[in-house]
């Protein structure tokens, strides 16, 4: 049995080396063909463009970042043809000639990548920018009107500001004339005490006189005077609640006072966080200009000769098998 497969096998490289240059001819003759073809076919560039969106709100403890468009969706947008048509509109290319543009979004960026592969390098350039433009021109609108809204929020909060400012104003006018009444009563508390200090030398000197003399008019003098006393004791603990009562008020003015500035100070706060995520807005860039490839992506002279000496390889050894079984059963 293993004689008889040398023996079959002796034949087929028998064949090849009686064949061999009907073989070798096959190679070179397609080897050749496509060389000449390779030679022949226009030579095609790759175009490319890199986008990175914008964002219209920084990553902050309240959120995350907002970008002025998700790139999946943008891409989606390109890969449909939504900027093409106004890119055809514009340049005038019919629909016939427009080349594949093809646009990918690295994982877990911002970026986009857009490119065509394309002989009329020029005009694939022009394609891109455009479309580049157009990209850019919706996006700053969407930018633009971010920046109102943040500047309206400055604007309101600033008209609160103004208001509280005039409710402090409002309280302050409440509290003078409660700080001149205390000092009106502060000093009619001075004559009470003063009058007060009068009728108790009065009172001391007609009990020392009663001891002495014990007389009706005396009596009466010194219930007299001691029930004066006692008004004016009472006049002056009741001037003390007033004026403690005016005090408690002022304090309750000054709590108000000192809210009302608290809010002046997170209104504060809230402009200086709008301005800062004003500032923080970034627009939609042009990270790489449309560049052209320095080789051309096709043709490939080196793999499609490859690939044909290879297919001629084959086909030659079909051919002197064929050739010789003819002349054999011929």
Not at 18 to 44: E, H, N, T
Not at 138 to 161: C, P, S, V, W
Not at 210 to 216: D, I, K, S
Request: negative net charge; glycine residues 4%.
């Amino acid at each position: 049995m293993n004689n008889e497969e040398e023996i079959n096998l002796m034949d087929y490289v028998k064949v090849l080396l009686k064949r061999k240059w009907l073989i070798l001819a096959c190679f070179v003759v397609f080897v050749l063909f496509a060389g000449i073809i390779s030679f022949m076919m226009p030579k095609v560039y790759k175009i490319e463009t890199v986008l990175e969106v914008g964002r219209t709100q920084r990553e902050t403890e309240n959120g995350p970042e907002q970008l002025v468009e998700s790139p999946t969706q943008l891409l989606g947008k390109i890969e449909g043809d939504v900027y093409g048509i106004k890119v055809r509109q514009n340049l005038n290319i019919t629909e016939q000639i427009w080349p594949n543009v093809k646009v990918e979004n690295p994982k877990d960026t911002n970026i986009l990548v857009i490119s065509i592969e394309s002989a009329d390098t020029e005009q694939a350039k022009q394609i891109l920018m455009e479309e580049n433009s157009l990209i850019i021109a919706d996006h700053e609108k969407i930018i633009e009107t971010k920046k109102e809204l943040l500047e309206k929020e400055i604007e309101a909060t600033g008209e609160k500001i103004e208001t509280t400012q005039e409710d402090i104003k409002i309280t302050l006018d409440k509290i003078t004339p409660l700080e001149n009444d205390i000092s009106r009563i502060e000093a009619k508390i001075l004559i009470l005490e003063e009058e007060k200090g009068n009728l108790e030398d009065k009172v001391s000197a007609l009990q020392e006189q009663l001891v002495f003399e014990q007389t009706p008019g005396t009596q009466f003098a010194l219930f007299d005077a001691k029930e004066r006393l006692a008004d004016k004791k009472q006049e002056t603990e009741d001037l003390h609640l007033r004026i403690n009562s005016l005090r408690s008020g002022i304090e309750d003015y000054n709590s108000e006072m000192n809210s009302l500035e608290r809010d002046i100070t997170d209104y504060n706060s809230q402009i200086n966080s709008f301005r800062a995520d004003i500032e923080e807005i970034r627009p939609t860039e042009i990270v790489k200009k449309s560049t052209i490839s320095e080789r051309p992506i096709e043709p490939r002279p080196l793999l499609y000769m490859v690939i044909a000496g290879i297919l001629g390889i084959f086909i030659g050894i079909f051919w002197a098998f064929g050739k010789e079984w003819w002349e054999t059963s011929k």
